[in-house]
């Protein structure tokens, strides 16, 4: 099964109608050969003056402040066009991350304190700092980034550098990762070894236990992606060139036969999650999300040769 050109310029009309700026200049950068420059420009209005981000970047939080999870989001971005780490707001982002707000000592929290005064999904509700810390979510991530971004003689580097260690301890002392969120950051993590970081100590043993853990976290009920929010194979895998495809080559195409087959009214994708509260905002949201959906579906779609033609 394909996606047709009919359906794809479809897609393309509802983003054009839809997006915002920032998802509009992704769309162009991996589909209509748009530039890099484009998306700084977009990702510039939601930095702050401290190098962080905030103002619904993510879109279920619509606090203004620079949050970890925030400027996570937009190293997410930055680090999928391949920026480069003189650009003033990978700059500004690890300005920020070295200033230690929000950040424990051990851990960046994912919740902040003035997430409660704007708008926001339930799960960005904070309590207290404890219920604040989700495990290495999204700190094995930044760190990452860090190890990615910064040169290696920087005091910031070596801080990472630890940070990805611990992380790395950690998880192997324990079962296997139950929380696709966490692991997926601890995939990033390893993604950023690999490329220019490889001489930690047991990261041949983490990597052998994330390919386990891949296996292990994915829903294999297929009727359950269609209406729940769950770990499907895309989470984790988005190309043939992907190290955890070929284990799982069989639930990968039947996510994109779901895919293709599951195009609701509007011509694109829903997503599986409400706020409950704050209707309004969320309705702005779930449009945001909807083309953040539309670019992961279609990048996917492509990169496994399932689009008629573009």
């Given at each position: 099964m ?11 009309n509802?983003?054009?109608r839809?997006?915002r700026?920032?998802?509009l200049a ?10 890099k420059?484009?998306?700084?420009k ?5 930095q702050?003056?401290d190098g962080g981000?905030?103002h619904?970047l ?10 970890p ?12 066009i391949?920026?480069?780490?003189n650009?003033p707001?990978v700059?500004?982002?690890?300005s920020?991350l070295k200033?230690g707000k929000?950040?424990?000592g051990?851990y960046w929290l994912?919740?902040i304190?003035s997430?409660n005064?704007y ?9 207290d700092?404890e ?14 980034f860090?190890?990615f971004?910064?040169t ?11 940070l990805a ?7 192997l002392s324990n ?5 696709m969120?966490?692991?997926s ?6 993604e ?6 490889s001489?930690i100590?047991?990261?041949q ?5 994330l390919?386990?853990?891949v ?6 009920d297929?009727?359950n992606w269609?209406?729940?929010y769950?770990?499907?194979p895309?989470r984790?895998?988005q190309s043939?060139e992907?190290?955890y495809?070929?284990?799982n ?6 996510e994109?036969?779901i895919?293709?087959?599951?195009i609701?009214?509007e011509?694109?994708w ?9 209707e ?6 779930e ?5 953040n959906a539309v ?13 008629e033609e573009i």
């Open positions: 394909k996606l047709k050109i009919s359906n794809y310029n479809e897609i393309r509802w983003m054009y839809n997006a700026p920032i998802d992704r769309w162009q950068y991996h589909f209509e050969q748009g530039s420059e484009n998306i700084f977009a990702l510039a209005v939601y702050n003056e981000f905030g619904a993510e879109a279920d939080c619509w606090n203004p402040n620079s949050s999870i925030q400027t996570w989001r937009a190293l997410e971005i930055i680090y999928e391949d920026g480069e780490a650009n707001i700059k500004g982002i690890l920020y200033n929000d950040f424990t051990k994912a919740q304190p997430n005064d708008p926001h999904a339930p799960w960005w509700t904070f309590t700092e219920k604040a810390v989700w495990g290495y979510n999204p700190t094995a991530a930044l760190a990452g860090i190890l971004y910064e290696e003689e920087s005091e910031m580097y070596n801080k990472a550098l630890n260690t611990q992380a790395i301890d950690v998880y079962s296997l990762c139950d929380n969120h966490e692991l950051c601890y995939l990033r993590l390893a950023c070894i690999e490329k220019y970081n001489n100590e047991n990261y043993e983490f990597i052998s236990k390919k386990e853990n296996e292990h976290i994915i829903e294999k297929i009727e269609k209406n729940q769950c770990a499907t895309s984790f895998i043939p992907s190290p495809y070929e284990k080559a069989k639930l990968v195409d039947a994109l036969d895919i293709i087959a599951s609701n009214e011509g694109v829903n997503i599986p999650w409400n706020w409950g509260i704050y309004h905002e969320f309705a702005i949201s449009n945001w999300w909807k083309a670019i992961d579906n279609v990048k996917l779609l492509k990169n496994f040769n399932r689009i």
